[in-house]
T-cell receptor, first 113, second 112 residues
Framework: SAVISQKPSRDICQRGTSLTIQCQVDSQVTMMFWYRQQPGQSLTLIATANQGSEATYESGFVIDKFPISRPNLTFSTLTVSNMSPEDSSIYLC??????????FGSGTRLTVV | DQQVKQNSPSLSVQEGRISILNCDYTNSMFDYFLWYKKYPAEGPTFLIS???IKDKNEDGRFTVFLNKSAKHLSLHIVPSQPGDSAVYFC???????????WGAGTKLIIKP
């Protein structure tokens, strides 16, 4: 299965600032996903990162707040913009591996103060 | 609207005994189900899956059972080992949609 390098692993940020999270995959993959896991909650899909086109966002998530880049088939970034304490979560990138499941990065634990 | 539910936030089991984690779903269009395991400070790791055309899938100490009529699946771990202590997520998918719908997770604690 693919190996994903996600960074930073954690950060503490001031409200009103932005943080960009990076995911690097060791092989070319078609589908990359960005998830959020709020404390005590299940994983929620933010968007699907599409190579060469705009990301596809799920209900409740917008591009202005969570801009995503996907410049090639091995790399993607998620930016959390104009952060507030409510954005404190674990952010995870994932790649689809068909019927063998999905592989996840190690996550970014974000705390907004 | 929670389409995938894990009603037990935590479960404590003695080492060597069987651990049974449960998951219920509401969407009859789900045709593929997956279990993931998550350690602190790590991303979820794929554990085992089952297609809706089956009622059982086994992989070593892990067995997943699917009861379509009850819209219920369960993960059995036997024998339970200390390294099994983690959060277990149930997820489901419609064939036409790559998006996974996740349960809230069950924290499994294996007592020595």
């Amino acid at each position: 299965s693919a190996v994903i390098s996600q960074k930073p692993s954690r950060d503490i940020c001031q409200r009103g600032t932005s943080l960009t999270i990076q995911c690097q995959v060791d092989s070319q993959v078609t589908m990359m996903f960005w998830y959020r896991q709020q404390p005590g909650q299940s994983l929620t899909l933010i968007a699907t990162a599409n190579q060469g086109s705009e990301a596809t966002y799920e209900s409740g998530f917008v591009i202005d707040k969570f801009p995503i880049s996907r410049p090639n088939l091995t790399f993607s970034t998620l930016t959390v913009s104009n952060m507030s304490p409510e954005d404190s979560s674990i952010y995870l990138c994932s790649v689809g591996m068909g019927n063998y499941g999905y592989t996840f990065g190690s996550g970014t634990r974000l705390t907004v103060v | 609207d929670q389409q995938v539910k894990q009603n037990s936030p935590s479960l404590s089991v003695q080492e060597g005994r069987i651990s049974i984690l449960n998951c219920d779903y509401t969407n009859s269009m789900f045709d593929y189900f997956l279990w993931y395991k998550k350690y602190p400070a790590e991303g979820p790791t794929f554990l085992i899956s089952i297609s809706s055309i089956k009622d059982k899938n086994e992989d070593g100490r892990f067995t997943v059972f699917l009861n379509k009529s009850a819209k219920h699946l369960s993960l059995h771990i036997v024998p339970s080992q200390p390294g099994d202590s983690a959060v277990y997520f149930c997820a489901a998918r419609e064939d036409s949609n790559y998006q996974l719908i996740w349960g809230a997770g069950t924290k499994l604690i294996i007592k020595p």
